[in-house]
């Protein structure tokens, strides 16, 4: 006898079970339903790894809400009131524009200078804390992203606190089929206060100059183009916002995962050279980004399944990470699993750019962590997962330290 499918809020972390654990849920999608007409939502979910690489490297689909059909999940969830998408969810050539405008500041190269000052702030961070319980996401996960990007746009690192309040007030409604009045009205108070601050800033920049990140996207040019003051802004807003966020979720899962397979945490702990892989394979088991999206720019077919245009495809990242037709044994962690490659960040045009940034972030934190606190373990409070659909993170995650 077939399981019942899962659908609608079933598939996302407003339901407990999904919250705590979606994986056995998203195998039952993937073996039986792989293409899944979800009604209640009103999309097509992809569980299967290679139907979503290749949604994901298809450049003929959208992005942009705005093209979505009437009712759809990306038009009424993702496209506000019809306004002007952020880079994330544009199409070209103002995506290819925008991208090439930023992306200089991002490349490997680029943000590997920042290495040794993402270790002082970790370092710094993390040698703060005092041996004893303590919850991971606030003193750590939550704390060392947002130092950090405050650092590269050449903002008072002091004012990590307003900026961590900001976004977590925006990502609540963000991204949430169910939207609580009062989280909306403080979100819409945290985009202006944003909004004026970043504004000041460039101002700022444009009358002083400086090195730092706001200064480069004030200064870059690409064939006599430039970026405008409100472009600035939306990608100011896209680092704090996504890039927090998806950072915090990503040393909070990758040091659960650790503390679940101490054997793997004290491999880490005496072979830092797999560090690199490591981070990878958290990338891949518990992917701080949980899912993405795409618009069918035509009617089309796809593996036999009618879909018409203007309707959204939903494909669940964390699902195509742990698809066994690609990964063996793929819910156990491995961090010297030999393919940990990953879907975690995206795929074609829209590949994230804050990768290469999240990753060193990541490794100088759980190096960081792992020197001070060899014994770390499970505190007695537990954990809690947090409900931002669409992505895979802890609310809190308390653990024991001991010199």
Not at 268 to 288: F, H
Request: glycine share 8%; with cysteine; aromatic share 6%.
């Amino acid at each position: 006898m077939a399981p019942s499918i899962p659908t609608g809020l079933q598939l996302t972390p407003l339901d407990p079970s999904f919250r705590e654990n979606p994986y056995p849920i998203l195998a039952v999608l993937r073996e039986h339903d792989p293409i899944h007409r979800d009604d209640v939502m009103n999309q097509f979910v992809f569980t299967r790894h290679d139907d979503i690489q290749a949604i994901l490297r298809n450049r003929n689909l959208l992005s942009d809400p705005r093209k979505g059909n009437p009712g759809t999940f990306a038009r009424e969830i993702l496209g506000g009131a019809d306004e002007e998408p952020s880079m994330l969810l544009m199409d070209d050539p103002d995506h290819r524009r925008l991208r090439d405008l930023v992306k200089r500041s991002f490349t490997p190269r680029a943000v590997e200078k920042w290495r040794a000052r993402v270790r002082e702030v970790a370092e710094r961070v993390i040698g703060q804390i005092e041996p004893g319980e303590f919850d991971v996401i606030e003193a750590i996960a939550g704390p060392i992203p947002t130092v950090v990007i405050a650092e590269m746009l050449g903002i008072d690192p002091g004012m990590h606190e307003r900026f961590k309040q900001w976004s977590d007030a925006s990502i609540a409604v963000a991204f949430s089929p169910v939207k609580d009045p009062a989280d909306l009205v403080k979100a819409e108070a945290a985009r202006e206060a944003l909004d004026t601050f970043f504004r000041g800033e460039i101002e700022s920049r444009r009358s002083q100059g400086g090195s730092d990140l706001i200064s480069d996207l004030v200064a870059a040019k690409s064939d006599g183009d430039h970026l405008t003051e409100a472009e600035i802004v939306a990608t100011c807003d896209l680092l704090l916002l996504a890039g927090n966020l998806t950072t915090t979720d990503l040393i909070g899962n990758g040091i659960k995962a650790l503390l679940d397979s101490p054997a793997e945490a004290e491999k880490l702990r005496t072979q830092p050279g797999l560090m690199k892989n490591a981070v990878e394979e958290v990338l891949r088991y518990d992917s701080p980004v949980a899912a993405s999206g795409r618009i069918a720019h035509e009617d089309m077919e796809f593996e036999g399944v009618k879909i018409a245009k203007g309707e959204t495809l939903s494909v669940v990242l964390s699902a195509a990470n742990r698809d066994p037709a690609v990964y063996p044994d793929p819910d156990r962690f491995d961090i010297e699993r030999e393919d940990t490659h990953h879907q975690s960040f995206g795929g074609g045009r829209h590949i994230c750019l804050g990768a290469h940034l999240a990753r060193l972030e990541a490794q100088e934190t759980f190096a960081t962590l792992l020197a001070r606190f060899p014994s770390l373990k499970f505190g007695a409070r537990g954990h809690e997962h947090a409900s931002s659909p669409g992505f895979r993170g802890l609310k809190e995650l308390w653990v024991q330290a001991d010199r």
